[in-house]
């Protein structure tokens, strides 16, 4: 059973930011179900007043959220020195930047038939533009990118829980990602690690539909000399680098791994980064995000 602590005695202080329609609203919903005060379309200039406030408030206020974005309009563009400010002050805060591809957000706005804040009597497309480019030096800021494209709410609830669930800064989050890089690169990966030179499975009939996670597929890609010297060496990189980040005070690390599809090597590679990463003592967490777009009968 897992056991929850309502209030931290170390306060936390998060920034949701991002584009509009990439689903910053539905994040501060779960952030909500996780016990932050959440406060919406706050102008930046009022962040470190209202922090103080809360902080003489009690610990019923240590976890906060600030959602900010281009609704403020011209408020907006005090953010980069509000953020500064708080910076030279030592005021520890987080930003989570929320994104989305262009034509995923064109779509939602179309489905819901909303006026984007950039463009009330323009076209949907010009208001993405000019908003992508006015947030381009808050996003160069984020602590956590989450890009919603291709994420179902449930996914995105995960996703939250995993980065703000803890809220005793203990620990690191640690994710291992395969994916196929014919569905895009992951946008939230620190490290990224192109797999496509290992043998592929997709040329062997009798393993094309199985995925990198079944035992003959993981052997057949195993036992090759190129694989077994790759693995050697991949170990070590991971058990060298982990550790600095630790002690850097990074408080979280995605490794993403890509083959063609996402379905054989990413997936098997992915899997052997996720036992070594566990077995040396760390919360490490496993997503296969393109395998069940491919043609799979065996998982």
């Given at each position: ?31 909500e179900d ?5 406060v919406d ?7 470190p ?28 563009d ?11 002050g030592?005021?520890?805060y987080?930003?989570l930047f ?7 957000i ?18 949907i497309?010009?208001g ?17 990118l ?6 179902s ?9 995993l980065l ?9 989050n ?6 196929g ?12 690690l ?20 079944v035992?003959e597929?993981?052997?057949?890609i ?13 170990d ?31 997936v098997?590679?992915a899997?052997?980064l996720?036992?070594?990463i566990?077995n ?5 967490n ?11 009968w065996?998982?």
């Amino acid at each position: 059973m897992e056991e929850t602590k309502e209030f931290a005695d170390k306060s936390r202080i998060i920034i949701v930011t991002g584009m509009s329609g990439s689903g910053k609203t539905q994040a501060c919903r779960y952030l909500e179900d996780l016990g932050y005060f959440c406060v919406d379309n706050l102008p930046p200039v009022f962040i470190p007043k209202f922090v103080e406030l809360c902080t003489h408030a009690g610990n019923h206020f240590n976890k906060m959220v600030f959602v900010v974005d281009t609704r403020s309009r011209e408020f907006f563009d005090d953010l980069v020195q509000v953020l500064d400010d708080m910076d030279k002050g030592n005021q520890d805060y987080e930003m989570l930047f929320m994104d989305a591809s262009d034509d995923v957000i064109i779509r939602r706005y179309k489905e819901t038939r909303r006026r984007h804040p950039m463009a009330p009597s323009s076209r949907i497309s010009d208001g993405v533009a000019r908003e992508r480019a006015r947030l381009e030096s808050v996003r160069g800021k984020a602590t956590y990118l989450i890009d919603t494209s291709n994420m179902s709410k449930a996914e995105l609830r995960d996703k939250i829980k995993l980065l703000f669930g803890k809220t005793d800064g203990a620990g690191m989050n640690i994710s291992v990602l395969s994916f196929g890089f014919k569905f895009g690169m992951p946008m939230d990966a620190d490290i990224v690690l192109d797999v496509r030179f290992l043998p592929n499975p997709f040329y062997v009939e009798s393993l094309k539909h199985k995925s990198g996670s079944v035992a003959e597929v993981a052997e057949y890609i195993r036992e090759k000399p190129v694989t077994q010297e790759f693995l050697k060496r991949l170990d070590n990189l991971v058990e060298f680098l982990v550790p600095q980040y630790v002690k850097e005070g990074k408080s979280q690390l995605v490794i993403a791994v890509g083959c063609t599809g996402g379905m054989h090597r990413s997936v098997f590679i992915a899997k052997h980064l996720f036992d070594l990463i566990a077995n040396n003592g760390y919360t490490v967490n496993l997503e296969h995000r393109d395998l069940m777009k491919n043609d799979v009968w065996e998982v």
